[in-house]
């Protein structure tokens, strides 16, 4: 029987990062300012789900659809830490007083994904499946 505290993992949100999401955004000294993000958990993941599901009836029988623009948008906001895009300046200079629409307005198309991107392989989405499976080869060794 393994050790029970080998399960006593840290919370995930508490995971952070530093990424370079536009060379636009630039610090006193020149240099591209980072975003700071952090992992989502299963729990958050699931909220976010949950407000992006569109509900509709088709012969009598209501339909979830996964509206993946306002999931993006959830999930952007909710794991971004730096710059805090509730911040009522950053709004107000990108002309609007919903903060889902802060990044889309301040990014283009591909660093937007970018960001989403870096947020999904932080949170375990993508890129760790190779890891689990030489961790997974090892232990059978």
């Known amino acids: 029987m393994g050790d029970i505290k080998a399960f006593l993992l840290p919370p995930v ?4 990062k ?4 536009t060379k636009r955004a630039k610090g006193p000294d020149g240099k ?4 700071v993000i952090r992992a989502i958990d299963q729990e958050t993941n699931n909220r976010l789900i949950r407000q992006a599901v569109k509900k509709r009836k088709e012969n009598g029988v209501i339909i979830r659809d996964l509206d993946d623009e306002k999931y993006n948008k959830l999930l952007v906001q909710a794991a971004v830490i730096e710059p ?5 300046e950053l709004c107000a200079h ?5 903060p889902l629409d802060v990044p889309v307005r301040m990014l283009s198309a591909g660093e937007f994904q970018s960001l989403c991107k ?8 993508v890129g760790n499946d190779l890891e689990l499976e030489e961790a ?6």
């Open 13 to 16: 949100m508490e995971e952070t």
């Open 18 to 21: 530093e990424i370079i999401v």
């Open 118 to 125: 870096a947020i999904r392989e932080l949170s375990g989405f």
């Open 94 to 98: 990108y002309k609007t007083i919903d």
């Open 136 to 141: 997974e080869e090892e232990l059978k060794n």
């Open 32 to 35: 591209p300012v980072p975003f």
């Open 84 to 88: 805090d895009l509730k911040n009522a």
